[in-house]
């Protein structure tokens, strides 16, 4: 017996909904958090129109850009700017000291600042301001943090215990009796625990960013050439393997998807409400599937995908392939991981060598 999904409210999508309980076992129902209203800045509108029309960026990043933009816009309005053409460099430099002050850190100035150049270049090109005064302007440096990852070791453990781990509990309330019936009497075989293996399995596998998973639709995957179509930022295409784990483990969640699924949903990853799951529920599914299996730390999507890249890396030691294998367009975003790989032989260099050893 098919599950009918629930009739979703006008403008909510995947499990967040305005309920405040989730049924036991289900997925949690998270609050959608709260998007800008759309400026009234016609210059600004323009901007974001471009950015989605022609840019083809994603609504998370035209809500930074947008977010970004109006907090500089409100802030040049209580300076008596009134115009963006009459912004100058001095004035925005102000900005940034105002907000560093603030505690603001540097990685979040540069954001701003790379929106802010990015507007102007627009302004110029639309032939609405004579100069961009965020050219050349640098944002306060902070330290470089290096993305965690976690030993392949640790990893593959925690991956294999799903063999012998039970679902999580209740994991099947929120489905009616017939479909409790309809799936395999053994406990880790219930949807929600398939789905959820599925997608680590995938992650990890694949490199993918959360984005990217979400994305995902049924007919992108190609099980007999074991390779994945993925649409990254800018909406590029790329083609990435799948490992024979993670094609295992997505084949025995497509069995029992149909429990779940709407009637066509084209999303591989569906939420109890049968359509495309919700990325703040990833996450909170992630988080509760390692902490079910004692994992040391948290475990969340980006920390898959740098340990896919570390790991990689490690073995083949080819950047440039790893570059392509995440999506990334300039090769410089990728040459972190080689700092992690250096971290891992200066401490074996340092426990091994005899002369690194301190003298006791």
């Known amino acids: 017996m098919r599950r009918t999904a629930n009739k979703s409210v006008p403008g909510v999508d995947g499990d967040c909904g305005l309920d405040s309980v989730a ?38 990043t035209l809500s930074s850009y947008q977010r970004d933009l109006q907090r500089i816009s409100g802030w040049r309005l209580e300076q008596g700017i009134q115009d963006w053409s009459d912004l100058r460099d001095d004035a925005i430099r102000r900005y940034i000291a105002s907000r560093h002050r603030k505690g603001i850190g540097g990685r979040s100035l540069a954001r701003e600042l790379s929106a802010l ?52 509990p209740g994991a099947s309330a929120d489905l009616g009796q017939d479909d409790g019936a309809a799936a395999a009497t053994d406990a880790g075989d219930e949807p929600l625990a398939l789905r959820d293996t599925a997608m ?35 909406s590029k295409t790329r083609r990435v393997p799948v490992g024979q ?43 509760r599937w390692a902490q079910e299996r004692g994992a ?32 990334h367009a300039d090769i410089a975003t990728t040459q972190v991981y080689t700092h992690l790989d250096f971290q891992h032989l200066a401490q074996v260099y340092d426990q091994a060598h005899p002369r690194a050893r301190k003298r006791r």
């Open 117 to 168: 150049r990015t507007f102007f270049d627009f302004l110029l090109r639309e032939h609405l301001v004579s100069h961009n005064p965020a050219r050349g302007l640098r944002a306060p440096k902070s330290a470089r943090r290096l993305p965690g990852s976690l030993d392949a070791d640790t990893l593959s453990a925690l991956l294999d215990s799903h063999n012998s781990a039970g679902a999580c």
């Open 23 to 60: 049924p036991k076992g289900s997925d949690p129902i998270l609050p959608i958090p709260p998007i800008p209203e759309a400026s009234p800045d016609p210059l600004l509108q323009g901007f974001l129109a471009h950015l989605s029309d022609e840019r083809r960026l994603s609504p998370h």
């Open 296 to 327: 040391s730390r948290n475990l969340h999507p980006h920390l898959l995908r740098h340990s896919f890249a570390s790991h990689l890396l490690e073995s083949s030691g080819d950047l440039r392939a790893v570059q392509e294998l995440l999506g």
């Open 245 to 287: 784990a993670a094609l295992k483990a997505i084949a025995a969640w497509r069995a029992v998807r149909p429990l779940l699924a709407a009637q066509n949903e084209l999303a591989l990853f569906v939420s109890t409400r049968g359509r495309r799951i919700h990325p703040r529920t990833v996450q909170a599914r992630l988080k």
């Open 200 to 234: 680590i399995e995938l992650f990890y596998s694949s490199g993918l960013r959360l984005a990217e998973l979400i994305a995902v639709n049924v007919q992108d995957i190609d099980p007999a050439d074991a390779m994945l179509t993925v649409v990254g930022k800018g």
